[in-house]
Nanobody, 127 residues
């Protein structure tokens, strides 16, 4: 019943910006954490950021810290990832995922702890 749909991935030049969206349904939004992950060519899937559906607390991996911003719209049950100053190494398939439970800073980046995933959206940063 849980459904996650990512959108917003495109081809963009280095230094450009993109805003990804994750539309969610099928669960009580405020009881879960929603995370963004990515899988770059030749690399394992890694965590990017997460946001709490209850109090809106956020966290960022070092890869996007200072460049990425995660936000939420509780009424629309949608989570966004604003990505600025994009670099070629940001090229990846970006996924949103949902897990139940409480997260604290620096945690909740284990992909196996997220039982629900979207299909992903491709971000390509290239000249």
């Amino acid at each position: 019943q849980v459904r996650l749909v990512e959108s917003g991935g495109e081809l963009v030049q280095p230094g450009g910006s993109l805003r990804l969206a994750c539309a969610t349904s099928g669960f009580t939004f405020e009881h879960f954490a929603i995370g963004w992950f990515r899988r770059a060519p030749g690399k394992e899937r890694e965590g990017v950021s997460w946001i709490s559906g209850s109090d809106g607390s956020t966290d960022y991996a070092e890869s996007g810290k200072g460049r990425f911003t995660i936000t939420r719209d509780n009424a629309k049950k949608t989570v966004f990832l604003q990505m600025n100053s994009l670099k070629p190494e940001d090229t990846a398939v970006y996924y949103c995922a949902v897990r139940h439970g409480y997260c604290v800073a620096g945690t909740c980046y284990n992909v196996d702890s997220y039982p629900y995933w979207g299909q992903g959206t491709q971000v390509t940063v290239s000249s």
